[in-house]
Each structure stands twice: as C-alpha cells, then as structure tokens.
C-alpha cells in the first residue's frame, strides 16, 4: 500500500491531479485522497479546484456533477460501473408531464441523480441543503426527484406542497425500525443519528436527522460518547479517524453500498495513470444541467 500510494503521489503531480473520495467508498480509497466529503462539499472542491484532472472516487452521478461544473478539466472515474441506483428512479417524462399539471411547479432535484434528470430541473439540491433551499424558493407547488424519502422530510418540515416521486436509495430504504430499535435496546446511552435519506418509521426513531457530513460534525461536537448511525457503513472510516475514544454501532445487515466499494486504491492508481474511464457529457446537455447546479450553489450560500 505504501508503494502504490508513493506512485499515485507521483502521479498526481505529474498530472496535475487531485483525488476527490466520497465518504462511503473503503478506507484504504479515503485514505489516499486528498478531500473527503459529502456530495455536496466535493462538487465544490470540483469547482475550485486549480487541478487539471479529477479523479473522483465516488459514482457516475458524482463524476457527471464535477464535469458539469468543469467542463474544461478532466474528470476520471476508477470504476466506470459504479452507479447510484437511485440516481435513475425518475424520468425526464414524468417531470413534464407534471409541468404540464401545476403552473408554478419548481422541479427539484436532489443531487444524486443522472445529468439527463438535472436538464428538467429547477434546482439541485442536497441532504444538506434540501430543507433551505426549498424554503427559499417563491414556488408553492413543489415536485422533488428522485428520492421519495428525502422528499418526504422535507415535506414534513416545510409548508410547501411537496409532490413526491416514486424513487429511494435501496441501502437506506431497507433499514428497518426494528434494527435500529434492537440497537437502541441494546445500547440505550448511544444517541440515534441518521440520514434523511431512510424511510419515515426509521427517522422517527432518531435523535438527530442530517448529511453524511452532518452527522459526522455532530459526534464531533456531542459529549456523549457512544452513537448509533443509520447511514452506510463507509462513513465509520470518518467517524473513527475524529472521535478515536468514542464507540459506533450500525444496524444489522449491515448497510453496505457495492457500488461505492467497487473502488479500490489499485483502480485508483490505474485510472490516473493510464486516463481511464473518462467522463463525457455533451454539450446541450451540460449546459441545461449547470442551471439547477449553480442555483444550487447560489441558494445554499
């Protein structure tokens, strides 16, 4: 490992290069990047970054969101396969036909989804975000795509009309009440963190609902000393590496995303050295999908 990470280093600087890891991908992939983070953060990285490539270790979903942003820079991805299920779980038809309903309709559109969803869109938004964002909009009549889940959050805290779309993440979507309620019985001290992204009947079991990136923050700033996190399983890297004598308990099965553990340092190092699994995005399509993008960023200042 040491050797592969000295060649990667060599590489980075060679070709101007930055490694950009999601916090869900394995350990050893987190450990040789140079920013960690939610999608949020890392589509801001992205952005600003001053490297001419990116290798993002993350899903197509994320690598489109960066070449969208950068058209100008290179963005490559160490495995081409790794997908976001829910990044599909809506089409560009059902959002106009919906237009076509409410006349004041603000389609929004979380993140996690492909560029052809983002070109129908009004806004992006993120788990972080999602809740100020479309509180912020003068619309009254809102349709969010493509996760059922997050949409339902934010319809329970916002005065809005959300009208939700059939879509959902299948590792947070199939963790059940029931496990996290073992987890609570068994650990009755551990304060219950989770993401937004989980089903109603498991977020009324939280103590805290938010980001990846959210949660994180909080067991940083929490005096308590134990948690259980209902989110994937790839965030423990995080958690362990800033609260080292604090103790972290997930649910059974464990939530595990395959695709995000598809990366590995090794495709990392091969993507980069021989300019593998390049992402490309036309023209129109880049330019209709950058609109919801920067709106994102404008609101979520």
Same mark, same amino acid.
């Given at each position: 490992?040491? +050797?592969? #990470?000295?060649?990667?280093?060599?590489?980075?600087?060679? !070709?101007?290069?930055?490694?950009? /890891?999601?916090?869900?991908?394995?350990? +050893?992939?987190?450990?040789?990047?140079?920013?960690?983070?939610?999608?949020?953060? @890392?589509?801001?990285?992205?952005?600003?970054?001053?490297?001419?490539?990116?290798?993002?270790?993350?899903?197509?979903?994320?690598?489109?969101?960066?070449?969208?942003?950068?058209?100008?820079?290179?963005?490559?991805?160490?495995?081409?396969?790794?997908?976001?299920?829910?990044?599909?779980?809506?089409?560009?038809?059902?959002? @106009?036909?919906?237009? !076509? !309903?409410? %006349?004041?309709?603000?389609?929004?559109?979380?993140?996690?989804? %492909?560029?052809?969803l983002k070109t129908v869109s009004d806004v992006c938004v993120t788990s972080a975000n999602a809740l100020k964002i479309v509180n912020a909009l003068p619309n009254e009549n809102i349709y969010f795509i493509p996760d059922k889940n997050l949409g339902s959050f934010v319809r329970k805290n916002s005065d809005k009309n959300i009208l939700l779309n059939e879509g959902w993440c299948p590792i947070h979507n199939n963790i059940t009440a029931e496990s996290v309620k073992k987890l609570k019985n068994k650990h009755p001290c551990a304060k219950v963190l989770?993401? &937004?992204?989980?089903?109603? +009947?498991?977020?009324?079991?939280? +103590?805290?609902?938010? %980001?990846?990136? =959210?949660?994180?923050?909080?067991?940083?700033?929490?005096?308590? #000393?134990?948690?259980?996190?209902? *989110?994937?399983? =790839?965030?423990?890297?995080?958690?362990?590496?800033?609260?080292?004598?604090?103790?972290?308990?997930?649910?059974?099965?464990? &939530?595990?995303? /395959?695709?995000?553990?598809?990366?590995?340092?090794?495709?990392?190092?091969?993507?980069?050295?021989?300019?593998?699994?390049?992402?490309?995005?036309?023209?129109? *399509?880049?330019? !209709?999908?950058?609109? &919801?993008?920067?709106?994102?960023?404008?609101?979520?200042?």
């Amino acid at each position: 490992m040491k +050797d592969l #990470k000295e060649k990667i280093t060599a590489l980075k600087a060679e !070709k101007n290069a930055v490694i950009l /890891a999601h916090y869900y991908v394995s350990p +050893d992939v987190q450990e040789i990047a140079d920013y960690v983070g939610d999608s949020f953060y @890392l589509a801001k990285i992205a952005k600003s970054s001053d490297a001419e490539t990116i290798v993002f270790c993350g899903v197509e979903f994320m690598g489109e969101s960066a070449k969208i942003l950068s058209p100008e820079k290179t963005v490559l991805m160490p495995d081409a396969s790794a997908d976001c299920p829910m990044a599909h779980m809506a089409s560009a038809e059902s959002v @106009l036909e919906m237009k !076509k !309903k409410y %006349s004041d309709l603000a389609v929004v559109c979380y993140i996690n989804s %492909s560029a052809e969803l983002k070109t129908v869109s009004d806004v992006c938004v993120t788990s972080a975000n999602a809740l100020k964002i479309v509180n912020a909009l003068p619309n009254e009549n809102i349709y969010f795509i493509p996760d059922k889940n997050l949409g339902s959050f934010v319809r329970k805290n916002s005065d809005k009309n959300i009208l939700l779309n059939e879509g959902w993440c299948p590792i947070h979507n199939n963790i059940t009440a029931e496990s996290v309620k073992k987890l609570k019985n068994k650990h009755p001290c551990a304060k219950v963190l989770m993401h &937004p992204e989980c089903t109603e +009947d498991v977020l009324s079991c939280a +103590d805290y609902i938010g %980001s990846t990136s =959210g949660i994180i923050e909080y067991t940083e700033k929490s005096p308590e #000393k134990e948690f259980i996190i209902i *989110t994937e399983i =790839g965030v423990i890297y995080e958690l362990q590496k800033r609260n080292p004598n604090k103790k972290f308990y997930f649910p059974e099965p464990l &939530p595990v995303c /395959a695709d995000m553990k598809k990366i590995t340092a090794e495709k990392v190092y091969s993507c980069l050295r021989d300019n593998l699994n390049k992402v490309e995005i036309d023209d129109k *399509t880049r330019e !209709k999908a950058l609109i &919801p993008l920067n709106r994102m960023l404008e609101l979520a200042r």
